[in-house]
C-alpha cells in the first residue's frame, strides 16, 4: 500500500519513521509547498501538489495529513480524488470542514481515520474487568483536569483544543468501555477569563449511549493540576478511579472501599503513537478490503468524526444533536455539506 503524506505537520517525520518500518506500507512521495520532486528520503519525492504527486504515483494510494493539511480544503481534495485519509490531529477543524468531509467520504465510499492515541491514561480501561459489578448503569461521570503544560508547543490557536487533543479519547473510550454508541449529545465549549487560548479549552458534555446510559463529561486543558476521575453508578453498586486506585461500593455501604491498586506507568509518547499508527493502518486496510465487512470497517472509521462533529455543532448551535445524523448520507444532508464548506 503506497502512502503520500499530504502536508508536513510537526509529527510528519514520525510518520516517516514508523511507516518506513511497517511491512505492508510504503511512503513514496510528500506533497509540500516548501518544493517540487525533491528528495526527502530514500524513495520518497516532494511535490508541490497532491495532482502533480498522483501522475507518478500508482494507485491505490492512501493519503496522510498532518496537522498542516487539516484545514480542509487538502483533506476534500484527496477525496474528490478518489483516496483514503488518515488525520493526524483533527487540530484545526471547523464544523463546515467536518460536514463536508463525513458527505463526501460517504457518497465517495471512501474511509478517513482520525488517529487517536488514547490520550486519557486508560482511566476506562482500569474498570473495564468490573463493569458488570454495577449491574444496570445509571449515570456516568468522567472529569479530566489537565495543565496547559500537557499540551505542547503551537496549541494556542487551535480551535475546540480540549475537545481535539483529549475530550474525543475520552468520549471515545467511554464508548468503547461499555460497548455501546453514542446517541444523543449536549455540549458547551468555552474558555475561561484567564486563559490565552483562542478559544473552547473547557469542554462540557451530556452524552446518551445506547442502553439508556447517561454520561456527565467535563474536560480542561488550563487546570492547575491534574486530575481524573470516572465514577459509574448502577442498581448494585458503584465504581470510582483515578487511573491508580479503583475504589468499590456495593449498593446499600456507606463508603467506598479499595479493590484495586496499581503504580502509575509512565507514559511512552512514541510507543503510543505508533500503537496509533498501527491501528489507523489496520482499520484502512479492513475498510479497502472488498465486501459488506469494508463498508463496516468504514463506518467504524467515521464514528469517531461523527462524534466530534455532534459535539461541535451542538455547541455552535446550542441543542442537543442525534450523533447518527453525521452517519446518513443524503441529498439533504449533501446539500448542507456543501452550502456549509
Known amino acids: 500500500m503506497d502512502i503520500i503524506n499530504l502536508g508536513q505537520g510537526p509529527r510528519w517525520r514520525e510518520w516517516l519513521k514508523?511507516?518506513?518500518?511497517?511491512?505492508?506500507?510504503k511512503s513514496v512521495a510528500v506533497v509540500s509547498q516548501d518544493g517540487d520532486a525533491a528528495e526527502t528520503g530514500t524513495g520518497i519525492r516532494r511535490h508541490a501538489t497532491l495532482t502533480r504527486a498522483l501522475q507518478?504515483?500508482?494507485?491505490?494510494?492512501?493519503?496522510?495529513?498532518?496537522?498542516?493539511?487539516?484545514?480542509?480544503?487538502?483533506?476534500?481534495?484527496?477525496?474528490?480524488?478518489?483516496?483514503?485519509i488518515i488525520l493526524d490531529r483533527p487540530d484545526t477543524v471547523s464544523l463546515a470542514a467536518l460536514r463536508r468531509l463525513a458527505s463526501l467520504a460517504l457518497k465517495k465510499n471512501?474511509?478517513?481515520?482520525?488517529?487517536?492515541?488514547?490520550?486519557?491514561?486508560?482511566?476506562?480501561?482500569?474498570?473495564?474487568?468490573?463493569?458488570?459489578?454495577?449491574?444496570?448503569?445509571?449515570?456516568?461521570?468522567?472529569?479530566?483536569?489537565?495543565?496547559?503544560?500537557?499540551?505542547?508547543?503551537?496549541?494556542?490557536?487551535?480551535?475546540?483544543?480540549?475537545?481535539?487533543?483529549?475530550?474525543?479519547?475520552?468520549?471515545?473510550?467511554?464508548?468503547s468501555l461499555f460497548d455501546a454508541d453514542p446517541l444523543r449529545v449536549l455540549a458547551r465549549c468555552s474558555r475561561p477569563p484567564w486563559s490565552n487560548a483562542a478559544q473552547c479549552t473547557t469542554t462540557e458534555v451530556f452524552l446518551e449511549l445506547e442502553g439508556n446510559i447517561q454520561v456527565q463529561y467535563f474536560g480542561s486543558a488550563t487546570s492547575s493540576h491534574r486530575e481524573?476521575?470516572?465514577?459509574?453508578?448502577?442498581?448494585?453498586?458503584?465504581?470510582?478511579?483515578?487511573?491508580?486506585?479503583?475504589?468499590?461500593?456495593?449498593?446499600?455501604?456507606?463508603?467506598?472501599?479499595?479493590?484495586?491498586?496499581?503504580?502509575?506507568?509512565?507514559?511512552?509518547?512514541?510507543?503510543?503513537?505508533?500503537?496509533?499508527?498501527?491501528?489507523?493502518?489496520?482499520?484502512?486496510?479492513?475498510?479497502r478490503a472488498s465486501g459488506p465487512r469494508a463498508g463496516a470497517a468504514n463506518r467504524t472509521a467515521l464514528s469517531p468524526l461523527a462524534l466530534l462533529g455532534s459535539v461541535i455543532r451542538s455547541d455552535e448551535e446550542c441543542r442537543v444533536v442525534e450523533v447518527a445524523a453525521w452517519t446518513r448520507s443524503g441529498p439533504q444532508d449533501a446539500a448542507i455539506a456543501t452550502a456549509g464548506a
Open 18 to 25: 514508523i511507516l518506513g518500518s511497517h511491512p505492508d506500507v
Open 56 to 84: 507518478v504515483v500508482s494507485e491505490p494510494v492512501v493519503i496522510l495529513t498532518g496537522n498542516a493539511a487539516n484545514g480542509g480544503l487538502q483533506a476534500v481534495e484527496a477525496l474528490e480524488a478518489g483516496l483514503d
Open 110 to 175: 471512501r474511509a478517513i481515520v482520525l488517529t487517536r492515541e488514547d490520550a486519557t491514561g486508560s482511566i476506562a480501561s482500569a474498570l473495564r474487568s468490573l463493569r458488570g459489578k454495577v449491574g444496570v448503569i445509571s449515570h456516568v461521570s468522567y472529569i479530566d483536569r489537565r495543565p496547559w503544560s500537557d499540551l505542547g508547543e503551537g496549541a494556542a490557536d487551535i480551535p475546540y483544543l480540549q475537545l481535539t487533543r483529549f475530550g474525543l479519547d475520552n468520549l471515545e473510550n467511554l464508548c
Open 228 to 287: 481524573q476521575s470516572l465514577w459509574i453508578e448502577g442498581d448494585r453498586g458503584s465504581l470510582r478511579s483515578d487511573g491508580v486506585a479503583v475504589l468499590w461500593r456495593k449498593r446499600g455501604w456507606p463508603k467506598f472501599v479499595p479493590w484495586r491498586w496499581r503504580p502509575r506507568a509512565t507514559v511512552d509518547a512514541k510507543r503510543r503513537f505508533a500503537q496509533a499508527v498501527s491501528r489507523s493502518l489496520t482499520l484502512l486496510q479492513q475498510g
